[in-house]
Structure formats: C-alpha cells, structure tokens
T-cell receptor, first 113, second 111 residues
Framework: DAGVIQSPRHEVTEMGQEVTLRCKPI?????LFWYRQTMMRGLELLIY????????DSGMPEDRFSAKMPNASFSTLKIQPSEPRDSAVYFC???????????FGPGTRLTVL | RKEVEQDPGPFNVPEGATVAFNCTYS??????FFWYRQDCRKEPKLLMS???SGNEDGRFTAQLNRASQYISLLIRDSKLSDSATYLC????????????FGPGTSLSVIP
C-alpha cells in the first residue's frame, strides 16, 4: 500500500488566492483527519470524517476553511481566500476507525506570502 | 487548562540514559491513549498504544494511570536515533468523539 497520499507537497501562494489541498486515504480506512501544524500552536485537529461524513469541524479556524470528502478515496481542504497566517504544514491522516492508530501523510507545506 | 499537557522539554540526554516523559489529560471521558513520534520535518508516526495494564515494546514502556489522569513513556538505553519529538494522544468519547494531540516533548540524545 502506498500509504496516505497528499498533494501538493509544497505550495507557495499569494495572499487572497484559493488553495486546495488533496488527500487520498489508505484503502479501507473509514476515518480521515485534517491537521495543521505550526511551531506556535503545535498539531491542531481541523476536522475529521467518518465514513465520508464530517463528524467534528470545531477545529476549522474560520469560514475561509472548508473540507469535503465526496467519496471514500478522496478528500480536499480548501482555503479561500488564503492569508499569511495560514502558513503551516497541513497533514491528512487516516485510520480504520476513530480510535485506531492514525497513519499520516507526508504533509503539505503551505506558504502564503 | 489545556486538555492534554506534556513535559515542556527539551530533554537533552547522553546515549545510554533512561528518560521518562509524562502527559496529563483533563477529561475523565478519555478512552484510549497513544504515543506518537515525530522526526524533524516529517509526519507523526505511531510509537505505541498505551494499555491500562501498561505495556512494553523493547526499550520503550508505556503506563497509564486513570486515577491521576496521566500517561508516561519510559525510554531505556537511549540511542541517537531516539532523538525526536514525542506526542501523546488522547481519544475522548463524549457526545461526539474527539482526538487531541499533546504539544509534544522534544528529545535530543547526545553522543
């Protein structure tokens, strides 16, 4: 298995632009998580899905952030419009179920200028 | 008070030393617990789950104390390759399920 796949690995964009991050989970995993990591705030859970349904999005910072999981093999995290304070590493992780080991993707390093 | 707190670190220890990390959690509805390891500029990876009776995996021992609401990780005979950030993770089951990562403790093993 290729593991969790995230794209792009690096993204540099200008303030105000739309950013879309993509995640392909491990086949068969029912839970998918989006995290953001910065030096200041550590690893923060943004949202998670179970069986493609969003369960808890209380970690999504603002309305500028949205996440979708249209099917079991794909999820997106969108930021529109992006701001410099959104600069961080965004991780996608998946698990068989919510309480199982999470497998992380390599992350997307986002820089908003 | 944060829901999950860890020793602030950083811990700088010589090779061969024994080092222990603590993690405290505030929600008594916490159900399951893990230790993850994160290398610099890499993604977190599971180190070990933490079971109620305590568990050991080679040089690593994890313990859970539900009464005092803390978990611990003990590393014996530290290796240079153990240098990383160690994150404790707590899964909470209330009206909905919640996963919380601690802020992490940085470990540097020095030759």
């Amino acid at each position: 298995d290729a593991g969790v796949i995230q794209s792009p690995r690096h993204e540099v964009t200008e303030m105000g632009q739309e950013v879309t991050l993509r995640c392909k989970p491990i086949s068969g995993h029912n839970s998918l998580f989006w995290y953001r990591q910065t030096m200041m705030r550590g690893l923060e859970l943004l949202i998670y899905f179970n069986n493609n349904v969003p369960i808890d999005d209380s970690g999504m910072p603002e309305d500028r952030f949205s996440a979708k999981m249209p099917n079991a093999s794909f999820s997106t995290l969108k930021i529109q419009p992006s701001e410099p304070r959104d600069s961080a590493v965004y991780f996608c992780a998946t698990a068989w179920e919510l309480y199982n080991e999470q497998f992380f993707g390599p992350g997307t390093r986002l820089t908003v200028l | 008070r944060k829901e999950v707190e860890q020793d602030p670190g950083p811990f700088n220890v010589p090779e061969g030393a024994t080092v222990a990390f603590n993690c405290t959690y505030s929600n008594s509805a916490s159900q399951s617990f893990f230790w993850y390891r994160q290398d610099c500029r890499k993604e977190p990876k599971l180190l070990m789950s933490v079971y109620s009776s305590g568990n050991e995996d080679g040089r690593f021992t994890a313990q859970l104390n539900r009464a005092s609401q803390y978990i611990s990780l003990l590393i014996r005979d530290s290796k240079l390759s153990d240098s990383a950030t160690y994150l404790c993770v707590v899964n909470i089951r209330t009206s909905y399920d919640k996963v919380i990562f601690g802020p992490g403790t940085s470990l540097s093993v020095i030759p």
